[in-house]
């Protein structure tokens, strides 16, 4: 059976935690070496990558590049404009197609339907490079970060702070897999989707949604915060003004304890969700997260292709 990595919601935990573990043995094994060399243990050789880019990317685009690379692999990396991909061609012809030709598939793609729609007539491995509803990858770099920081993130509580978008949909299923509290601080429009929420309760997950800034700092172990515009929606300055009282800034870190983790996706607007005190600041782990999407997209890779 071809393995996809599509939502966090859809893998096993213990198949969840084997990539994490493996993220961090193949990020030891690369200190002190050029980030071009191969890795000892070539996972990927006599393997071809497609990267097909449908919105802009800097760290998933590159790191999934440079990964494939370490791991022995070639990569055929690309946008949008570049290939007959639902416009001229629709999306199963071309899986069907790509998957003549290519080993794997890394897609950032739009609407999550398309994903699951080219992975459904994918014949090789589909990995969401996110989507306008999740963006898993993203979010198991953050576990490996925020553990590699203070140990296992069971029952700890993660505080989201801003959209209810595609990296907090993650956030949320990952709260079930791995049990933390997840509790999520932004105006009640731009809420999770309640279908989600729901979803993610009935399957035990510990959620609280509040718009007190002490309620969702206090004894915060890990802060979360991403733009309050993602890339597929049209300037919409109300939105933004709707969320200036949930920025991360000093004087809500102070709220939570002294040992806070924070992390942002990142492309960060300073000013805006976060502030420069926080995201330069001591509890910011924002370029270590930033970093790990290397290794534990290497561990991704490897689980779909050869586990
Ligand atoms: N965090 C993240 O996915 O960044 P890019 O949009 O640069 O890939
Ligand atoms: N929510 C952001 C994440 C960017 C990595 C977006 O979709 O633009």
Redesign the pocket.
Known sequence: MIKHFLDIKDINIDELKTILSHASELKSERINKPKGSKDVNQLLKNFVVALIFE?P?T??RFSFDVGVRQMGGETISVSQSEIHFGKNENIADTARVLSRYVDLVILRTFDQKVLFEFAEYSSVPVING?T?QS?PC?VLADILTYEECRGSIEGKKVTWAG?G????NSYLQAAVKFGFSFCFFGPEKYRPEPKLVTEMENSGGDIFLTTDPNVAFRQAHLVVT??W?????ADNTDKIKTFQMFQVNSEKMNIAHRDTIVLH???AHRGYEITDAVIDGNSSKVFDAAENRLHVQKAIMNWVLNS
């Open positions: 919105k990317s760290r998933t996110l306008n963006h993203q959209d978008n595609n990296v907090c991403d733009t515009l993602s890339m597929h929606e996706c990142l492309p």
